[in-house]
């Protein structure tokens, strides 16, 4: 499979990677996004479980918070988590891996964490 075609007059143009035909062909880790939290608020929170609920895993980073704030915002999160029948991963001391149950049902986010353990 490639992401070039050919048209009628031989010129090489760029294929939509999302097209119909390519749909469903990233894994969970692909769509995963990453986030580094810098300080405790509910705005960076909120866009995190959004995040969440458009069904994209997320890996977060809290080593910025201290322990209070980080508490704080993992309740919140995982209450979101649970909502959607995931799991949330500690890989770190502060950093976690959320994903609903669809993220986690490809195994490439349980690879992932084989991987680097």
Do not use: W
Not at 1 to 11: H, V
Not at 28 to 48: A, G, K, N, P, V
Not at 67 to 75: F, K, Q, R, T, V
């Amino acid at each position: 499979m490639s992401i070039f075609k050919k048209n009628k007059n031989k010129k090489l143009e760029f294929s939509d990677y999302r097209n119909e035909k390519t749909k469903g062909l990233l894994t969970s880790f692909d769509l995963m996004e990453y986030f580094i939290i810098q300080e405790r608020s509910d705005e960076e929170m909120l866009h995190l479980c959004d995040t969440l609920l458009k069904r994209r895993a997320v890996l977060a980073n809290f080593d910025k918070l201290n322990a209070a704030d980080c508490n704080y915002m993992l309740a919140f999160i995982s209450g979101v988590v649970y909502a959607r029948g995931g799991q949330a991963i500690q890989l770190g001391p502060k950093l976690f891996l959320f994903g609903g149950k669809e993220e986690f049902e490809d195994g490439s986010l349980l690879q992932y964490v084989e991987d680097i353990k």
